[in-house]
């Protein structure tokens, strides 16, 4: 469809207020570990073979399916190596997608999951299979060098983002959702959730569930791509986020997201964020 394939960028930021959107290919994956961020994403999987990691749930995907991930939502595909692997990302700015809501709330197929449902749509079970080759009009005029190529980009995102909207809302809910991920990692995350802000450490979850932490270090980093240690962070620092954004004091988000110190949370957040807490806080205002 005169889509541009591009080479596959590592960032995990956007540069742009809008939307950007990416059309990728390679003989195998570049591997990409446990994240989040602060923007919306849209995957739509073209070819390979492809299971997608949310929140220590693990879905099966098919070439075609589209999957939507909302903001500070811990996240990664897992790739197997059968295959080229392609497909189109498509990142949009919260505040962005919220301001031309009118009429129709445009972040409504992102809403974190009701009652037997996930965020996947499978485009060949709906009355539309045609939404997925919006994307490739959009990745054609996004990348194009024409007069207005921008503009019209805009206008097939705003298409595309109406037409998806209308399809999720009309999607039946799935009474079983595909998941292979292992029992234990499911419970040690349940247990990470609910207990971020407390004393965690692999020696002690290894204890409450009863397993040796050489087993549940494998196990966990061959599910979820990350160490423990890794994971229990990134949880912290993903809360502690959502706590600036909205409006607690850094020195009370420190001890309230499990940290011991300031300065231990100060050294984390800005060796993953680039900027203090306090700075990423003001410039949120």
């Not at 961020?37 to 070439?63: C, K, M, N, Q």
């Not at 990745?139 to 207005?148: N, W």
Request: net charge negative; aromatic share 12%.
């Amino acid at each position: 469809m005169g889509a541009r394939i591009q080479h596959f960028d590592p960032r995990q930021v956007m540069l742009r207020e809008d939307f950007e959107i990416f059309h990728y290919r390679e003989p195998k994956s570049q591997g990409v570990e446990v994240h989040h961020h602060d923007f919306y994403e849209i995957y739509l999987l073209l070819g390979g073979a492809v299971e997608y990691w949310v929140e220590g749930s693990l879905y099966a995907l098919e070439p075609g399916d589209i999957f939507l991930i909302s903001p500070m939502e811990l996240h990664r595909p897992v790739v197997r190596p059968e295959g080229k692997y392609e497909r189109i990302v498509l990142w949009i700015n919260k505040e962005f997608l919220e301001s031309l809501s009118q009429g129709i709330d445009l972040t409504a197929c992102f809403s974190a999951h009701p009652s037997g449902r996930i965020n996947m749509i499978r485009p060949s079970e709906t009355a539309d299979p045609s939404i997925a080759a919006r994307l490739f009009d959009l990745v054609k005029e996004y990348s194009g060098t024409e007069q207005g190529n921008l503009l019209a980009a805009r206008g097939i995102f705003l298409q595309f983002m109406v037409e998806l909207n209308r399809i999720a809302a009309g999607t039946p809910a799935l009474e079983q959702r595909e998941k292979r991920g292992s029992a234990l990692v499911e419970q040690v995350l349940s247990y990470i959730h609910a207990h971020s802000g407390e004393e965690l450490s692999l020696e002690g979850l290894a204890g409450r569930f009863y397993v040796s932490k050489y087993y549940l270090s494998h196990a966990f980093s061959q599910e979820t791509g990350v160490s423990v240690y890794r994971y229990i962070m990134l949880k912290r620092l993903l809360q502690a986020k959502q706590m600036l954004l909205a409006g607690i004091a850094a020195g009370q988000v420190c001890y309230k997201c499990g940290f011991k110190d300031y300065a231990g949370f100060y050294r984390a957040f800005k060796q993953e964020y680039g900027v203090s807490p306090k700075v990423f806080a003001n410039t949120r205002e």
